[in-house]
């Protein structure tokens, strides 16, 4: 999956979406995305320093995306777990400081479960 497709999937198609499987390149492709618009919108905050307007706009504009791209990453993590055979409540574990996302991190790494399982069938088509 390419990174357009992905960051397509996960905000279009698949936007609340709680259910079903999540592939590791749809995954790690939105969030690259979301990194890089927020890297944008700060470092547009931290370029214009001196212009209250502008600080004020790029401030709701951040909150702003920040909301919309809440729910679809909360969803594309529960469907990324899914796809290695986890509960989408594996994501608590974020709670734990440090080390729940260490946890995170290597789930999300992990490669698909081969077949189907209980969340559907491999979007791998394997």
Not at 66 to 86: E, S
């Amino acid at each position: 999956m390419d990174f357009k497709t992905a960051v397509t999937s996960v905000l279009k198609n698949n936007y609340a979406n709680f259910n079903g499987r999540a592939r590791r390149s749809e995954y790690w492709y939105y969030t690259l995305f979301t990194v890089i618009v927020e890297a944008i919108l700060t470092v547009i905050r931290s370029l214009t320093p001196g212009i209250p307007v502008v600080g004020v706009i790029v401030n709701v504009l951040i909150a702003i995306v920040g909301l919309a791209i809440f729910i679809p990453g909360l969803a594309v993590c529960f469907r990324r777990l899914h796809d290695t055979g986890r509960s989408g409540a594996w994501i608590l574990i974020a709670l734990i400081p440090l080390i729940g996302e260490i946890i995170l991190i290597v789930f999300f790494a992990q490669d698909s479960q081969p077949g189907d399982n209980k969340y559907g069938a491999n979007p791998k088509g394997v």
